[in-house]
């Protein structure tokens, strides 16, 4: 069987550009704005000093993902109280979710006191992260995106930091923002039910190579202004209203072994709605067991030998508490 050397061929900065450009050149009806940054950088401003919407956030996580993955609103998400919701898939979900779209890159300025974590494109131009020693992926491409979570835009100091990590002028850098409690960013961040679950694969060491194929649904939470009630929104939206499903290689064994402890109630943190956890560990995000980050529900199917399995369940009690 042919297959396609990734790491070489296909460009996570080039196709989420396509989609940038449509963007922005749509800004206008999409309640986004446009400017440019003291640095020199494009910035889009996808819920902060605007209203935003919807759409804006599903071509938002079109783009976190690289171009390598769709992005569609769907009013089945499996929670009758809460039918909206995104359905994500991506024929490369390795490269996609976490070469591209997982937020991995901790960006910070002393001066200002700017804290973000970048996700999207750029993250494979810089490959400042570990991560892609094990992926052996680089990107290479003249323009690149950075998509942050957060109220705004990076300092010019960072812009430029950023930039030069990536090899780019400042002037090819577009950095695109959305609040946690927004439209567009409670819609990009219900689209990384796919890539959680990745990310837990990755930490339980399961062979990156044996996933070939990813999909997954969650529930968009409903925009709040509060930030940490936003938090637990969307991270209740996975944690209890997530389903994948997943298409590897390999022994049943590994698949069935991967299918159990993939969902979040593999967790001893699980039963609480998050903004409650959070604060029971009094703020400190880290605190928190990582493997609570994964979708409720999970299938992996195994294609070499036709079997499937399933694992976990949907906790529509608990979005109920915490949605309202």
Same mark, same amino acid.
């Given at each position: 069987m042919t297959s396609v050397d990734y790491s070489t061929s296909v460009s996570v900065s080039e196709r989420a550009g396509a989609i940038v450009e449509r963007l922005a050149g749509d800004a206008a009806a999409l309640r986004c704005m446009v400017s440019t940054g003291d640095a020199g950088e494009r910035r889009i401003d996808c819920g902060a000093a605007t209203r935003g919407s919807i759409e804006a956030g599903r071509r938002l996580g079109e783009i976190c993902m690289g171009g390598l993955g769709s992005v569609q609103i769907t009013s089945q998400s499996g929670l009758e109280r809460w039918p909206l919701g995104v359905v994500v898939h991506a024929t490369n979900p390795v490269i996609s979710c976490l070469g591209s779209q997982y937020a991995g890159w901790t960006i910070t300025d002393e001066a200002t006191g700017f804290f973000a974590l970048g996700s999207g494109p750029a993250r494979a131009l810089s490959r400042v992260e570990k991560l892609y020693e094990e992926l052996g992926y680089a990107d290479h491409a003249k323009r690149s995106s950075l998509v942050i979570e957060g109220d705004n835009a990076p300092p010019a100091a960072v812009a430029l930091n950023v930039a030069k990590a990536c090899a780019i002028a400042p002037e090819d850098l577009t950095i695109l923002y959305a609040p946690t409690g927004s439209l567009a960013g409670g819609v990009q961040i219900a689209a990384r039910v796919l890539e959680v679950a990745l990310h837990k694969a990755h930490e339980l060491h399961f062979p990156l190579e044996n996933i070939v194929d990813g999909y997954g649904v $969650?529930?968009?939470?409903?925009?709040?202004?509060?930030?940490?009630?936003?938090?637990?929104?969307?991270?209740?939206?996975?944690?209890?209203?997530g389903r994948i499903q997943l298409f590897v290689t390999g022994s049943d064994d $590994?698949?069935? !072994?991967?299918?159990?402890?993939?969902?979040?109630?593999?967790?001893?943190?699980?039963?609480?709605?998050?903004?409650?956890?959070?604060?029971?560990?009094?703020?400190?995000?880290?605190?928190?067991?990582?493997?609570?980050?994964?979708?409720?529900?999970?299938?992996?199917?195994?294609?070499?030998?036709?079997?499937?399995?399933?694992?976990? !369940?949907? $906790?529509?009690?608990?979005?109920? $508490?915490?949605?309202?």
């Open positions: $969650a529930p968009i939470a409903p925009p709040i202004p509060d930030f940490i009630q936003a938090m637990g929104r969307t991270n209740d939206a996975i944690i209890y209203g $590994a698949a069935k !072994d991967l299918a159990d402890k993939l969902p979040s109630r593999s967790s001893a943190a699980y039963g609480q709605p998050f903004a409650e956890i959070f604060a029971a560990v009094n703020g400190d995000f880290y605190k928190i067991d990582p493997m609570l980050f994964s979708p409720a529900r999970v299938t992996v199917s195994n294609i070499e030998t036709g079997r499937s399995f399933e694992a976990g !369940d949907l $906790a529509p009690e608990i979005v109920d $508490a915490s949605f309202k």
